[in-house]
């Protein structure tokens, strides 16, 4: 269970999520601090442990820093839902075992708004919006995708 | 049944079946690979986690198949930058990785320059990097894509990666090319086109008589940018101007691989050379473009000639010619790709004319690209630039603004020192 943060618009890409100067930068909880500096810096003192963010589409645009799912997981992101994700930034919150890539269509999007609760069931392909008693379908893992997401990572995967 | 697209052959081909279909998800051998002073301190890390956790990690899979280069943060920006660098030379030194290209000792410069400068990567090969313009390289008939730090890694460790064969989308480029186009301004159309997620998972392939006489460095502009449009990669097949440019570097031998005839395109994108004009991407997106000329009322604080996108010997040679026997009336950098572009560059005689035309000439490096050090823009400064991303705070401060434009546009604007179509500076 965890609260959304909605920032609703497309393209958020990675030199907001990180911006550049950091990229020299590999400790965690240092990144964390500056995590969606470029949009709201603000951000990491609003996220608690297990929280949600939601966006619009092609979330993580730009640059294959890995710093962005890094940062946005320590500050204790759980999951970012969206329309669609740009693909490395997909394949590194995957292999990394960051976080959770979570598609939806746009509509949904529409139906959540920012501070709800929510449950995610990845075994059902469904979100819980808990605070509108609602509930919606989501986009299911290919099949390979969903054996990484399971052992957490792209490194602890055995094909 | 339909043939397949020289994307849809390499994979099929590094993943040992007869054949792929657009989202297959498979693994696939990799023939090369590339990591960084960003991506390589991060590859570090991860092989450091597997030591703490008792794994002992004496070998990676194989040194001679891997390169290295310093490009975002050297000149080193601070001691982190230092750190990270002395980092990679312990890694490259205890894993037997001879192709490191250190900065100040011989050959260096941006990794996807030195990837087709050092002929690295080879027609028909399967090549990933830690860097999301590892794009850049299909140019040279590979299958070229970028990855993150922890897929890097498990490339080292196993030789191998999980790849979603992507959908190819062709684009026909026609015509001959006018003087003041250059392949900047083709990319920068189709961007502007299709949008920035307009091919998402996809491949981008280009073709057509237009993409045929471009030369290879030209090329490489067009996969480069192909990231921007959210693409896996880019890719143009191999032809005599590709094998030319391998001979002048490399005895290397190589398969390339071609699409079959009926190749299957999930769509056909045609274009007109000749109907092209000096193309600009306006702050913030590198699909929000427009014709230079509509922009000639903006004032500009800098321009830059710098990246791996825009700072290729035939990238330097075009703004020289503009700038030559003339002033800049901004402040203008120009940052050639690598340090044997700088050498050509020097004995051409370009060098000269940049920093008689007032410009400073800087060292090879990502630096001001990616806003790291080296340059990097203040609060509400305007620059007209070469590279390829203009997204807030891309170059430097978040309210700065950066425009996209060719190598041509940028010389021009920097002696007008508002946006200007080369054709309106030229005698
Ligand atoms: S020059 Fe810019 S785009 Fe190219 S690798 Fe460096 S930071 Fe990336």
Same mark, same amino acid.
């Given at each position: 269970m965890g609260r959304v943060h909605k920032y609703?618009?497309?393209?958020?890409d990675t030199d907001v999520i990180?911006?550049?100067?950091?990229?020299?930068?590999?400790?965690h909880k240092e990144l964390a601090k500056h995590a969606m500096e470029g949009i709201d810096p603000t951000f990491p003192e609003k996220v608690s442990q297990g929280d949600f963010l939601v966006t619009g589409s092609n979330?993580?645009?730009?640059?294959?820093?890995e710093h962005a799912p890094i940062a946005l997981a320590q500050v204790g992101i759980k999951a970012i839902i969206a329309p669609s994700f740009a693909r490395i930034f997909y394949r590194n919150a995957v292999d990394g075992g960051y976080l959770l890539p979570i598609e939806i269509d746009e509509q949904t999007v529409k139906k959540i708004s920012d501070k709800d609760e929510l449950k995610i069931e990845l075994a059902q392909n469904r979100i819980i919006n808990i605070t509108k008693n609602d509930q919606y379908p989501i986009k299911p893992f290919p099949e390979l995708i969903a054996k990484i997401v399971d052992a957490g990572g792209l490194m602890n995967y055995r094909p | 049944m339909a043939g397949s697209t020289i994307t849809e052959k390499i994979l099929a081909r590094a993943a040992g079946k007869q054949r792929l279909y657009p989202n297959d998800v498979v693994f696939t051998k990799v023939d090369k690979v590339m990591m960084h002073d960003v991506s390589g301190p991060g590859v570090i890390k991860v092989f450091g986690e597997w030591e703490k956790k008792g794994v002992k990690l %004496?070998?990676?899979? =194989?040194?001679?198949r891997v390169w290295v280069t310093e490009d975002h943060f050297v000149p080193a920006s601070d001691r982190v930058s230092a750190e990270n660098v002395n980092m990679l030379s312990n890694f490259t030194r205890k894993f037997g990785i001879n192709k490191h290209f250190k900065y100040g000792l011989g050959q260096y410069g941006i990794c996807h320059t030195l990837s087709h400068e050092e002929a690295m990567v080879l027609p028909g090969e399967l090549y990933v990097g830690?860097?999301?313009?590892? &794009?850049?390289?299909? /140019?040279?008939g590979a299958f070229a894509a970028g990855l993150g730090h922890t897929d890097i890694a498990y490339v080292l460790m196993n030789g191998e990666i999980w790849f979603k064969v992507p959908e190819t989308l062709l684009f026909k480029i026609e015509g001959n090319k006018p003087p003041h186009i250059m392949a900047k301004d083709i990319i920068l159309q189709i961007i502007g086109d299709i949008?920035? =997620?307009? /091919? &998402?998972y996809k491949a981008m392939q280009f073709s057509g008589t237009a993409v045929k006489n471009l030369t290879m460095e030209e090329r490489l502009t067009l996969t480069n940018m192909t990231t921007e449009a959210g693409a896996k990669n880019g890719i143009i097949e191999a032809d005599e101007t590709t094998f030319a440019y391998l001979r002048e570097r490399t005895d290397a031998k190589y398969a390339p691989v071609v699409s079959d005839h009926d190749a299957e395109y999930s769509e056909v994108f045609t274009y %007109?050379? %000749?109907?092209? %004009? @000096?193309t600009v991407a306006k @702050?913030?997106? @590198?699909? &929000?473009i427009t014709a230079a000329r509509d922009l000639q009322t903006t004032e500009l604080d800098k321009a830059y000639i710098g990246s791996c996108t825009g700072a290729k010997l035939e990238d330097l040679r075009e703004a020289a010619k503009i700038l030559k026997g003339k002033k800049v009336k901004i402040r203008t950098e120009v940052l050639p790709a690598a340090q044997s572009i700088y050498m050509k560059a020097i004995k051409e005689g370009l060098i000269t004319i940049f920093m008689e035309a007032g410009a400073v000439v800087g060292p090879p490096t990502c630096g001001a690209c990616c806003g790291a050090h080296m340059g990097v823009l203040g609060k509400g400064e305007i620059c007209i630039s070469t590279t390829n991303r203009n997204f @807030?705070?891309?170059?430097?401060?978040?309210e700065s603004q950066t425009y996209l434009a060719s190598p041509m546009v940028v010389a021009a604007s920097a002696l007008t020192g508002k946006i200007t179509d080369p054709r309106d500076v030229t005698n």
């Open positions: 609703d618009r497309d393209n958020i990180i911006p550049g100067p950091y990229l020299k930068i590999h400790d979330f993580g645009c730009g640059s294959s820093r | %004496e070998r990676i899979w =194989d040194p001679d830690g860097d999301s313009h590892t &794009n850049t390289t299909g /140019a040279m949008g920035t =997620d307009g /091919a &998402n %007109e050379i %000749e109907k092209l %004009e @000096p @702050p913030f997106s @590198p699909g &929000n @807030p705070g891309r170059m430097g401060h978040i």
